[in-house]
Nanobody, 125 residues
Framework: QVQLVESGGGLVQAGGSLRLSCAAS????????MGWFRQAPGKEREFVAADSWSGAVTYYADSVKGRFTISRDNAKNTVYLQMNRLKPEDTAVYYC??????????????????WGQGTQVTVSS
């Protein structure tokens, strides 16, 4: 069992930056692939970014490529999402998720086994 807790959300102006963190419990964190998803009001949850257990494989949604970076510190059981050049359309609740198949970085929501509760990101124009 893995428990995930997101933090770092908040209100930022367009063009600004935020770094989200996702702290995981459990000694097996380093074997999990991790992903970030988001859900805007009135919309379905969508994929943002993912990385494999080693961080060697990463995958991004086209909408965030070049602006967002996923990274992880396995010693701290934490995965990060650095978000730069934020836009109002990035406003959403952001969720981290853990995939027991650590060798892949997938955008498929059903592939993830554990989910955090989410953190709100609001980008003002």
């Amino acid at each position: 069992q893995v428990q995930l807790v997101e933090s770092g959300g908040g209100l930022v102006q367009a063009g600004g930056s935020l770094r989200l963190s996702c702290a995981a419990s459990g000694r097996t964190f380093s074997t999990y692939a991790m992903g970030w998803f988001r859900q805007a009001p009135g919309k379905e949850r969508e994929f943002v970014a993912a990385d494999s257990w080693s961080g060697a494989v990463t995958y991004y949604a086209d909408s965030v490529k070049g602006r967002f970076t996923i990274s992880r510190d396995n010693a701290k059981n934490t995965v990060y999402l650095q978000m730069n050049r934020l836009k109002p359309e990035d406003t959403a609740v952001y969720y981290c998720a853990a995939d027991r198949n650590g060798g892949r970085a997938t955008g498929l929501e059903y592939a993830y086994d554990y989910w955090g509760q989410g953190t709100q990101v609001t980008v003002s124009s």
